[in-house]
């Protein structure tokens, strides 16, 4: 019996060495719009590049075999992504998402709901009452992000899954934190994965597209249908840019991490450092389940400084090697403010609920060495 492929081949080599024209290594990108009919009534695999393109499905195919679903629609965008499962939805269907989802789909679900395409409720999914009670009004979509932005709060994917279907709902896990290379939600009750393939995935931050993959093939067809239907399909070079990028996910993921865990065990001995948010630390709430569900803690964490937000500016204006922008997953470091930037957005009293503090920051570790790195830090400390 043929071997079952491992996660880190399919990473590295779907779809190399299958060119019939010239036998080139790499899959060749196909930009075409358009396919030739091979005669009349004699349509090829492909005809448009909007239903359906060489280089965006071998993409698609690669994703779908990585987070071991049926079927994957790769997307103009991750926000794309979350609405492509959105456009699933029955009539007057009732969706529970998460209190401290991203804001991107907090905002994209809120304005979607007030024009009654569906009702939602943001719950925290850990509190098992109000989780308990949500269930009760019947949902058709329970959405999950872990670990949470910024502050790495972990839900349990497998208990989350076991009630929501009880109740009758499908479940879609946001995996943009982790990636398929640290955590795969099918395996653990999922039946849609959803992917800012613009973070890990890509991981070289040149390129903005999502993805869903979904565990069921009729669920895979209804995702191709309406991403043919509404058009929202990523690009042909952005779906070559991307997997270009995911060739070296496992690598990545494992060499950044492994930094993360420096600069944890180094802010975690700060004096300067009132709190330190990583998975990966025992004394981290979902330190058990993150150990269970995942096979890494990854490369993202949270940190608040001892002083207030007159030691934040002057921390992110000294600090070096860390730039300060949004965003996350790629081979270079960033240092974002959630307060002031990627949680901007919402108010005061729902910063306080999710726990974004005025002098927490978020970094996303690259590639650089990790001696640079602690180094650009006792940089940024030294300006305190
Ligand atoms: C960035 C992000 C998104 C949105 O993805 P875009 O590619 O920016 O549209 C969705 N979910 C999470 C968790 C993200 O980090």
């Not at 957005?345 to 609920?353: H, K, Y």
């Given at each position: 019996?043929?071997?079952t492929?491992?996660?880190?081949?399919?990473?590295?080599?779907?779809?190399i060495?299958?060119?019939?024209?010239?036998?080139?290594?790499?899959?060749?990108?196909y930009?075409?719009?358009?396919?030739?009919f091979?005669?009349?009534?004699?349509?090829?695999?492909?005809?448009?590049?909007?239903?359906?393109n060489?280089?965006?499905?071998?993409?698609?195919?690669?994703?779908?075999?990585?987070?071991?679903?049926?079927?994957?629609?790769v997307?103009?965008?991750?926000?794309?992504?979350?609405?492509?499962?959105?456009?699933t939805?029955?009539?007057?269907?009732?969706?529970?998402?998460?209190?401290d989802?991203?804001s991107?789909t907090?905002r994209?679900?809120?304005?979607?709901?007030?024009?009654?395409?569906?009702?939602?409720?943001?719950?925290?999914?850990?509190?098992?009452?109000?989780?308990?009670?949500?269930?009760?009004?019947?949902?058709?979509l329970?959405?999950?992000?872990?670990?949470?932005?910024?502050?790495?709060?972990?839900?349990?994917?497998?208990?989350?899954?076991?009630?929501?279907?009880?109740?009758?709902?499908?479940?879609?896990?946001?995996?943009?934190?982790?990636s398929?290379?640290?955590?795969?939600?099918?395996?653990?009750?999922?039946?849609?994965?959803?992917h800012?393939?613009?973070?890990?995935?890509?991981?070289?931050?040149?390129?903005?597209?999502g993805?869903?993959?979904?565990?069921?093939?009729?669920?895979?067809?209804?995702?191709?249908?309406?991403?043919n239907?509404t058009?929202?399909?990523?690009?042909?070079?952005?779906?070559?840019?991307?997997?270009?990028?995911?060739?070296?996910?496992?690598?990545?993921?494992?060499?950044?991490?492994?930094t993360?865990?420096?600069?944890?065990?180094?802010?975690?001995?700060?004096?300067?450092?009132?709190?330190?948010?990583?998975?990966?630390l025992?004394?981290?709430?979902?330190?058990?389940?993150?150990?269970?569900?995942?096979?890494?803690?990854?490369?993202?964490?949270?940190?608040e400084?001892?002083?207030?937000?007159?030691?934040?500016?002057?921390?992110?204006?000294?600090?070096?090697?860390?730039?300060?922008?949004?965003?996350?997953?790629?081979?270079?470091?960033?240092?974002?403010?959630?307060?002031?930037?990627?949680?901007a957005?919402?108010?005061?009293?729902?910063?306080?609920?999710a726990?974004i503090?005025?002098?927490?920051?978020?970094?996303?570790?690259?590639?650089?060495?990790?001696?640079?790195?602690?180094?650009?830090?006792?940089?940024?400390?030294?300006?305190?």
């Open positions: 019996m043929a071997r492929k491992s996660p880190e081949t399919i990473a590295a080599a779907n779809g060495g299958l060119d019939q024209g010239h036998g080139a290594v790499t899959p060749p990108i930009l075409s719009s358009t396919f030739a091979a005669g009349f009534k004699q349509a090829r695999e492909y005809d448009y590049s909007r239903t359906a060489p280089t965006r499905s071998l993409l698609a195919d690669t994703l779908a075999k990585l987070e071991g679903g049926a079927g994957a629609a997307v103009a965008s991750g926000m794309a992504a979350v609405d492509l499962v959105l456009a939805l029955a009539p007057e269907s009732f969706v529970i998402a998460p209190h989802c991203y991107g907090q994209l679900l809120a304005a979607r709901a007030a024009k009654r395409q569906f009702d939602v409720l943001f719950v925290d999914q850990s509190n098992q009452t109000a989780f308990g009670d949500a269930l009760d009004r019947r949902p058709a329970v959405l999950i992000e872990t670990p949470s932005n910024p502050v790495m709060r972990i839900i349990d994917i497998r208990a989350v899954a076991v009630r929501a279907k009880a109740a009758g709902a499908k479940v879609a896990v946001d995996n943009t934190f982790l398929p290379a640290l955590q795969r939600p099918i395996s653990l009750g999922a039946d849609f994965v959803i800012s393939t613009t973070k890990y995935l890509n991981g070289h931050s040149d390129a903005v597209g993805a869903v993959i979904a565990s069921d093939p009729a669920d895979a067809e209804q995702l191709a249908f309406w991403s239907a058009g929202v399909c990523g690009s042909p070079f952005d779906a070559y840019l991307t997997l270009r990028g995911l060739r070296t996910l496992f690598p990545r993921m494992a060499y950044q991490e492994r993360a865990a420096c600069i944890v065990a180094y802010l975690e001995r700060h004096p300067k450092v009132a709190a330190v948010h990583y998975p990966g025992g004394s981290h709430p979902g330190h058990e389940i993150a150990r269970a569900q995942q096979t890494g803690f990854g490369a993202m964490l949270g940190f400084l001892a002083g207030g937000v007159d030691d934040v500016r002057r921390f992110v204006e000294a600090v070096e090697g860390f730039t300060l922008a949004e965003s996350l997953g790629g081979i270079e470091s960033l240092i974002a403010h959630p307060a002031t930037m990627t949680h957005s919402m108010s005061e009293e729902a910063r306080r609920v726990g503090s005025d002098s927490l920051l978020r970094l996303s570790v690259g590639l650089e060495n990790a001696e640079d790195l602690l180094a650009g830090l006792e940089v940024g400390f030294s300006a305190l």
